[in-house]
């Protein structure tokens, strides 16, 4: 049975800076430990943006030498917050697809792991820069994967949800092609769980009778209120890491809140 970890929105900074006082870098790193001891037997760990805060060199190089130590391996594609470019030029061993974008699909013996490029820039320019888009070229990447996929499930992994997740301000930079992107994935019929991120909360549901999964960052998270419309807001909860397992009938999807998950209870 497949077994993945999924991490999303890192927002990795360089040495020294903070996100609200909290620090990425530690945050992740206990993340990766807890990886590491619990989850060494995973198939892949799953990186789905936000890798970092500013899309800086050094935050990427950081970054990098955090996730050398992972001991399962590691599949990465980037989101809103991310650069193609520089992120590319640090990990320059990460596939693409044909025309650049990081996707990339991965078979297993039991499904087809997708990975999109969900990143609408460049040009960088707000809001273009944090809503999602899947371009022609990336529809015609996830069409031909899709397609050729056997008798596979498939899953998606994504940083921008393709649909509302009851979010004001981070449904406004959504993706923003959503109608067409499921118009595909539903004439193909064989997407059994879309994964995202871009939200910093843990959500599950269905959307167009698909099950999907949103997790909460590493980092910082979004704010309970549904009606806020700023998509900025930020507040300290304990960090969080998803599991996804494959079994002979679907997909389960968990919740691993590392920072505070306990082994073994306690004996009065």
């Known amino acids: 049975m497949t077994k993945l970890i999924i991490f999303t929105d890192l927002h990795m900074v360089p040495e020294g800076t ?17 990886v590491n001891a619990y989850h ?5 760990v799953i990186f789905t943006g936000d890798l970092t805060h500013r899309a800086d060199r050094l935050s990427y190089e950081r970054l990098k030498g955090l996730l050398d130590t992972l001991a399962p391996p590691k599949a990465i594609t980037i989101g809103n917050h991310d ?5 590319l030029d640090v990990f320059s061993d990460c596939p693409t697809d044909e025309n650049g974008f990081v996707q990339q699909a991965i078979d297993l013996p039991d499904c087809r792991l997708l ?21 022609a070229a990336r529809m015609d990447w996830l069409d031909r994967q899709l397609a050729s996929a056997g008798d596979r499930p ?6 921008h949800p393709p649909h509302a997740t009851g979010f004001t301000g981070m449904d406004m930079i959504r993706l923003v092609n959503e109608v067409e992107f499921y118009d595909l994935v539903k004439r193909h019929g064989n997407v059994l769980h879309i994964f995202a991120g871009h939200v910093h909360r843990t959500i599950s549901g269905s959307s167009r009778g ?3 999964s949103v997790f909460k960052s590493p980092v910082h998270q979004q704010p309970m209120p549904f009606d806020a419309p700023d998509a900025s807001l930020s507040i300290d909860e304990p960090a969080a890491y998803g599991i996804a397992v494959m079994t002979d009938t679907g997909v389960l999807v968990h919740t691993e809140d590392y920072e ?9």
């Open 115 to 135: 990975l999109l490029d969900t990143l609408f820039a460049p040009p960088y320019d707000y809001p273009n820069s944090h809503a999602g888009l899947l371009c």
């Open 83 to 87: 650069r193609r470019d520089v992120f």
């Open 18 to 34: 903070t996100i609200i006082g909290l620090d990425p870098y530690q945050r992740l790193a206990a993340g990766i430990a807890h």
């Open 154 to 159: 498939v899953m998606l992994f994504m940083h």
């Open 210 to 212: 698909i099950p999907f």
């Open 260 to 268: 505070i998950a306990v082994r073994e209870a306690e004996v009065a």
């Open 40 to 44: 060494a037997d995973a198939d892949h």
